[in-house]
């Protein structure tokens, strides 16, 4: 998971620096501009995605650990 973090943070910093760099375009007609902007918001998809299931899998291990500790209680 940490990898594919990282992959997808080096991607973005790489496609944020691209667009700062780039030429106003005229609206619209830039195809080049407007792929870096697709792939920029595929990628804060991805990040958005990889920390939903990073928090979900911290939820179940912590409900996981209180249901043991309260079965091992009884």
Not at 21 to 39: H, I, K, N, R
Not at 43 to 67: A, Q
Request: net charge positive.
């Amino acid at each position: 998971m940490a990898v594919k973090l990282k992959k997808n943070k080096l991607k973005l910093e790489k496609i944020n620096k691209e667009l700062s760099e780039y030429p106003q375009p005229v609206s619209g007609c830039d195809a080049q501009y407007t792929w870096l902007l697709q792939q920029r918001e595929n990628l804060l998809g991805n990040f958005r995605k990889i920390i939903d299931r990073v928090e979900n899998d911290h939820k179940f291990s912590v409900d996981t650990e209180e249901y043991r500790t309260k079965t091992n209680k009884k």
